[in-house]
């Protein structure tokens, strides 16, 4: 079984743990009937709207 010759550094090992912190910020947009922050391709949860319909009723 192959085993590494020698020890990486401690910039190497950062490295590679802080590439899979970089994750991307979910994409928030406006709702178009409440005007209230939103994620896109979700129901508003705050008007229950989603693409010009209502899907749920929000009290």
């Not at 209230?36 to 705050?46: F, G, W």
């Amino acid at each position: 079984m192959a085993v590494p010759k020698r020890r990486h550094s401690k910039s190497r090992t950062a490295k590679r743990k802080a590439n899979w912190l970089n994750i991307p910020k979910p994409n928030i947009m406006e709702c178009p009937q409440c005007h209230e922050p939103k994620m896109s391709h979700r129901v508003c949860p705050s008007c229950g709207f989603y693409k010009n319909r209502e899907v749920i009723e929000v009290e």
